[in-house]
């Protein structure tokens, strides 16, 4: 308490000398107290923005919001109820005309008196079916090829063993191809995975050879991806965007590029202009890059469009933080100018033309007009020595000349509807790779994240083409793997 009370003492002190000093002396102490008021204030207004971001406003992940319950979403309401709707066949077991087994179960007993009804006539036959799988074993084909000797010359000629008999004794593409799609396809680890084989099918495997499989694997796919690549490279519209991930305990960066049928990815310690050139994808693509806005993307000579579900994102933060209904509005013109765009689509238009695009470019200037106005530039603090570079701007203010200078590339979607109106593909070409994390952890070894990226491009761009994943893994290991990319008719 003694110290409380001579720091206050102090401080009253203090005080009292500014005083005696004169008006001059009070007008600087106050100048300073509100200064450092302001920029209390300021920095608590920052941290509380930090704090209410989420993945509902931001770009944080879904991850990142904890167990606090999202009231709202970004989302319209569908007119459509939930569920199954009226009309949709379902999917249910039917009754099948050529069952492989039939059992037939007797009745020797009259369930009343108990007489014998061996020898009595059958009068009905009622049935039931039940689907289920054959016990699951682990048959072994030995592989035999002749050499024979030429009555001519004496020369030895050998047959040839199939692809899959590379060694004297190896596991089949079958087996193979369920350890790749457990570990790789359903994202379980290495322990578990031997354990659920052990278990289904009886077979004991060390997760080196898991390992070894999923080395495998990626050497075959290598050549099939460089075909993607170079597809991806060559198309219109590609996706483009990265996030972190963990290797040997460092932070390196998965870059993706996408489009609606095919998937590449690429690893490298790297987020920048650095790695993108050694993707090989961007250098020479000469199409419509749609992307998050990262300023590496902008060096490249392309097209670039901008990901409106991030600037949505952006403005529900403004109008949550900062009271600010030019947000609001502007999002309703994104959104509904995105719905009008989808429905000329399915009328066969390619763009927006005459009244209808001079009517939004309007709407949309104005709106941004109102945005300048809420938040000018802030003015220089002639107190605080000139640092280099443009002075600290608001969100807000960052968000507005962002619209404003790539206007082109954020209504890219109006223009050419071939141009998506946002960036989810490459998001959701992410997303498994993030669930990766959570289960096991860091990749140990950059050969491992190498592969596991190889892999996985390669799964994605079966599901996008709506190819059986377990069947093309056994095709893999067969030698047998046909080529992902469309064919010409």
């Not at 087996?175 to 278990?199: F, H, I, W």
């Not at 890059?289 to 300023?295: E, S, Y």
């Not at 000139?386 to 600290?392: A, L, S």
């Not at 599901?463 to 095709?475: C, M, R, S, T």
Request: include cysteine; aromatic fraction near 8%.
């Amino acid at each position: 308490m003694g110290n409380q009370q001579s720091n206050k003492q102090l401080s009253e002190a203090d005080i009292r000398a500014v005083y005696v000093e004169g008006e001059a002396a009070v007008v600087s102490l106050v100048s300073q107290l509100v200064g450092r008021l302001d920029a209390l204030e300021a920095e608590v207004k920052e941290l509380k923005g930090r704090l209410g971001k989420n993945s509902r406003n931001s770009s944080k992940p879904p991850s990142g919001d904890g167990f606090g319950k999202r009231t709202r979403s970004l989302r319209r309401k569908r007119e459509k109820a939930s569920g199954g709707q009226s009309g949709h066949s379902g999917q249910t077991l039917e009754w099948s005309m050529t069952p492989e087994f039939i059992e037939l179960h007797r009745v020797h007993h009259c369930s009343g008196c108990g007489c014998s009804l061996t020898a009595a006539a059958t009068s009905e036959v009622m049935a039931r079916q039940v689907f289920d799988i054959p016990p699951i074993e682990l048959p072994v084909t030995e592989h035999q090829v002749e050499v024979k000797s030429c009555p001519a010359c004496g020369t030895k000629t050998q047959g040839c063993f199939p692809f899959e008999a590379s060694n004297v004794v190896q596991y089949g593409p079958r087996l193979k191809g369920m350890m790749t799609y457990l570990m790789e396809a359903q994202l379980l680890p290495s322990a578990r995975t031997c354990e659920v084989l052990n278990d289904l099918v009886g077979v004991a495997i060390s997760e080196g050879t898991l390992y070894n499989t999923r080395t495998q694997c990626a050497e075959l796919i290598a050549p099939i991806e460089d075909e993607v690549r170079q597809a991806i490279q060559a198309a219109e519209v590609v996706h483009f965007d990265e996030t972190g991930l963990r290797v040997n305990r460092q932070l390196w960066w998965l870059h993706v590029a996408a489009t609606d049928g095919l998937t590449y990815y690429f690893v490298h310690p790297r987020r920048g202009r650095l790695a993108m050139d050694e993707m090989g994808i961007l250098p020479a693509f000469g199409g419509k890059a749609m992307h998050d806005g990262w300023r590496s993307y902008q060096g490249y000579d392309c097209e670039h469009f901008l990901c409106n579900a991030h600037h949505l994102r952006e403005l529900q933060y403004t109008l949550e933080h900062t009271g600010q209904w030019w947000a609001f509005h502007l999002s309703v013109l994104l959104v509904s100018i995105h719905s009008q765009v989808k429905q000329l689509k399915v009328q066969g238009e390619a763009a927006l033309f005459g009244e209808d695009l001079a009517a939004l470019n309007a709407r949309y200037d104005a709106i941004l007009d109102k945005g300048f106005e809420l938040n000018p530039i802030p003015p220089p603090d002639k107190t605080k020595p000139k640092k280099r570079g443009r002075p600290k701007r608001s969100a807000a203010r960052n968000l507005l000349e962002r619209l404003q200078t790539h206007k082109a590339a954020v209504l890219g979607f109006v223009h050419d509807f071939e141009v998506p109106f946002d960036n989810n593909q490459a998001e959701r070409d992410l997303r498994m790779m993030k669930l990766k994390q959570k289960i096991s952890g860091c990749f140990r070894s950059e050969d491992g994240a190498r592969e596991f990226c190889h892999i996985r491009g390669y799964l994605s761009t079966l599901k996008k083409q709506n190819l059986n994943i377990l069947d093309a893994f056994v095709e893999l290991f067969s030698g047998n793997a046909p080529s992902l990319l469309p064919q010409p008719e």
